[in-house]
């Protein structure tokens, strides 16, 4: 059985083959300390797997706007979205209007 790092760089240098243009990119520079923090923490304890894990997922919103999740879990029973969003990178440097639109892709 794969350790944690192993694992994780299996997992991303999977996803990256198989992705083009934006998703590549999206997946290279999206994918950063707290989206592994979690995966290590929280995730691989519980799952022991990445399967059917899916970083940087690209979905429209209700706009049709394309966002990315920080992950989509896809079994076979269900969808979930998963997002961490850290104080540095979503609140720190937000007037009202990309709070209120923060908070609507979050709901969404």
């Known amino acids: 059985m794969m350790n944690f790092e192993e694992a994780h760089q299996a997992f991303i240098a999977h996803h990256a083959s198989r ?7 999206r997946l290279l520079r999206g994918h950063n ?6 995966l290590q923490n929280v995730w691989w304890p519980l799952f022991g797997s990445f399967d059917y894990l899916h970083p940087e997922y690209e979905i429209y919103d209700w706009n049709r706007k394309s ?5 989509a879990f896809l079994p076979p ?3 979930f979205g998963l997002e961490c969003d850290g104080f540095q990178s979503h609140v720190k440097d937000m007037d009202r209007e ?3 639109y923060s908070l609507n892709r ?3």
């Open 77 to 79: 029973f269900g969808r």
């Open 19 to 25: 992705r083009t243009g934006e998703r590549k990119g």
């Open 98 to 100: 990309k709070f209120s």
């Open 106 to 108: 979050d709901t969404f």
């Open 33 to 38: 300390y707290a989206e592994k923090l979690l």
């Open 67 to 71: 966002q990315f999740l920080d992950f």
